[in-house]
């Protein structure tokens, strides 16, 4: 954990389980009651059932993160329904920024707007970091999980920590 600015965290998360499904509706259904999810979400929205998060990224994808058993549950709910079920654990690596200012630090290396009222808490989208490419996430109001492809986590840190030092910011990150 580093604090990149006054009262602004940024932490690396611990590896944890990422799937990227893309299917029709029955495909999205399935997988979300496999996770314990009631509906699948609407598009750039996140929910939550008992096992686990789906973010809906796409009009056919959702970004899975399911907890305890992991891919069995989501195996056997999808395997009579076309669908492409990726893991992308190890591609990925996640962060967490929050604080009073991680909306401006983010705005400042992404086009779109990150006020509550644009990027409400359970919205997800896929943009870019500077040039990096980044799954964002708003958890909380002053919460963002951030998703980066490993070979990029380096670079994002590294701006992260520079927009916050620009704007006179200090940045806390701490690593696991």
Same mark, same amino acid.
Not at 154 to 174: D, F
């Given at each position: 954990?580093? /604090?990149?600015? /006054? ?6 998360? %611990?590896?944890?389980?990422? #799937? =990227? #499904? ?9 997988? *979300? ?11 750039? *929205? ?6 686990? +998060? ?8 959702? !970004? ?17 329904? %076309? ?13 967490? #920024? ?6 401006? =630090?983010?705005?400042?290396? *992404? %086009? ?11 919205? !997800? ?19 963002? +999980? ?29 690593? +696991?």
């Amino acid at each position: 954990m580093v /604090e990149i600015t /006054e009262g602004c965290v940024l932490s690396r998360l %611990p590896a944890s389980t990422r #799937l =990227i #499904l893309q299917g029709r509706q029955p495909a999205l259904q399935a997988a *979300c009651g496999a996770l314990g999810v009631e509906t699948v979400p609407e598009m750039l *929205c996140t929910a939550e059932g008992a096992g686990g +998060h789906a973010l809906r990224v796409g009009p056919f994808e959702l !970004a899975l993160q399911p907890t305890g058993d992991g891919l069995a549950p989501l195996e056997a709910a999808l395997a009579s329904v %076309p669908h492409s079920l990726v893991e992308v654990s190890n591609r990925n690596v996640s962060y967490t #920024l929050q604080g009073w200012q991680a909306a401006d =630090i983010l705005a400042a290396l *992404c %086009p779109l707007d990150f006020s509550l009222a644009a990027f409400p808490v359970g919205m !997800a989208t896929r943009s870019i970091l500077d040039k990096a490419g980044a799954l964002i996430w708003r958890t909380a109001d002053q919460t963002f +999980h951030i998703e980066v492809w490993r070979s990029f986590a380096p670079y994002v840190e590294g701006q992260l920590h520079e927009v916050a030092k620009s704007i006179s910011y200090n940045i806390l990150t701490v690593q +696991h």
